[in-house]
């Protein structure tokens, strides 16, 4: 016969609450102490069995929770690219639903810089970092970070050395995408335009435009593999290199959004039009370049669901340090506009 009610008399560590919620105790200290950081669906249960199971919170009870100061990193290339700025904006207002703040930083594309900005931020005490600048060959801030034993969750762009959490979407497969679509209009002088190669992101989406132009055996020549800066004036650049080259392209692929408009206007100004002369597409989905002022097709990225991914992941790791590192890739929308030659009416997802 099963008695249910001799185990609410006993006393109950809260290492035994944890195993049967299957968590840390760490995290059952955390909620009973009430403090915020749990989700209210796990505070319920993690409440509800140490009632069950008697647990009171007493002095020396529990095992000591770590101090946390309630306060993330955040390191973005820069601030004007929108697209990062989306992902800072998620971040922050995910963060401030559970009273977490947020110090902003930006690295520049500068490896120095980013190991420079870690350190700031670590000796500012931050519990964790979200990074979506790390560079592909980064050691030293990644590695720093493990010495101190600080967590870290790398948003878009991962090290190929030093592992660690990882929230991204999977950039070949989109940019395949978006080269199969052009090449589908029957357009083959075809450029690409991408961020810098030392972001796994930038080079996943350049290995996913020419592999899908080599499957159709249409070359992209070297001098028409550009690499610029992640903003509206790398497209310019870009675009006045590919104008001044010669041989004009009927088509730029771009693994940004922000690129490619900068691509386009530059065009414009010099009176190439687009899509008719020169076909132009994008890669991130930011909703200025959905509209009808700028039509842009390019594949979406669900932002906001990154930038809140990133947070529990670092707050799974902060509550759960011994576990192994987590690789979520996330599901990316197609959107068709008119800058690839579609007809304008209407826009429209696959």
């Known amino acids: 016969m099963h008695h249910s009610a001799a185990p609410l008399r006993r006393p109950c560590s809260a ?6 919620a299957g968590v840390s105790t760490a ?13 209210e669906a796990l505070r319920h249960r993690i409440l509800t069995l140490a009632k069950e199971m008697g647990h009171r919170p007493r002095a020396g009870d529990d095992l000591p929770t770590p101090q946390r100061n ?6 973005v290339p820069n601030m004007i690219n929108p697209m990062f700025s989306r992902w800072a904006h998620g971040v922050v207002e995910h963060a401030e639903e559970s009273g977490h703040e947020v110090f ?9 810089r980013l190991t420079r900005t870690v350190r700031a931020l670590v000796a500012r005490r931050v519990d964790g970092l979200i990074l979506t600048s790390v560079p592909r060959e980064d050691v030293g801030a990644l590695s720093f970070l493990q010495t101190v034993r600080v967590p870290y969750v790398q948003l878009s762009r991962k090290s190929d050395f030093v592992p660690g959490d990882f929230v991204g979407v999977d950039d070949t497969t989109g940019a395949h995408q978006v080269m199969e679509h052009v090449l589908d209009h029957g357009l083959t002088r075809v450029a ?3 961020g810098p190669r030392t972001s796994s ?7 996913g435009f020419l592999a899908a132009a080599a499957a159709r055996e249409v070359p992209v020549p070297p001098h028409w593999r550009i690499s610029t800066s992640l903003d509206n004036l790398g497209g310019r650049r870009a675009a006045h290199e590919l104008l001044e080259g010669g041989q004009q392209p009927d088509a730029v692929v771009c693994g940004s959004d ?38 842009m097709t390019t594949v979406v ?12 992941l670092l707050q799974q790791r902060l509550n759960t340090p011994g576990t192994p590192y987590q690789s979520i890739i996330l599901p990316h929308q197609w959107w068709s506009g008119r800058s690839c030659g579609c007809p304008s009416d209407p826009p429209h997802t696959q």
């Open 15 to 20: 290492a035994a609450v944890a195993r049967a």
């Open 27 to 39: 995290t059952v200290s955390y909620v009973m102490n009430g403090k915020p950081g749990v989700s």
């Open 70 to 75: 309630r306060v993330i990193g955040l390191v």
């Open 104 to 112: 902003l930083a930006t690295s520049k594309e500068d490896p120095e």
């Open 192 to 194: 690409t335009v991408i």
């Open 201 to 207: 992101a930038s080079a996943a989406r350049e290995r």
């Open 258 to 295: 922000e690129v490619a408009i900068g691509v386009m206007e530059y065009l414009l100004k010099h009176g190439v039009r687009t899509p008719e002369e020169v076909a132009v597409t994008g890669f991130d989905g930011l909703p200025h370049s959905r509209s009808e002022l700028i039509g």
């Open 301 to 312: 990225q669900p932002q906001a669901e990154m930038a809140q991914c990133a947070f529990d």
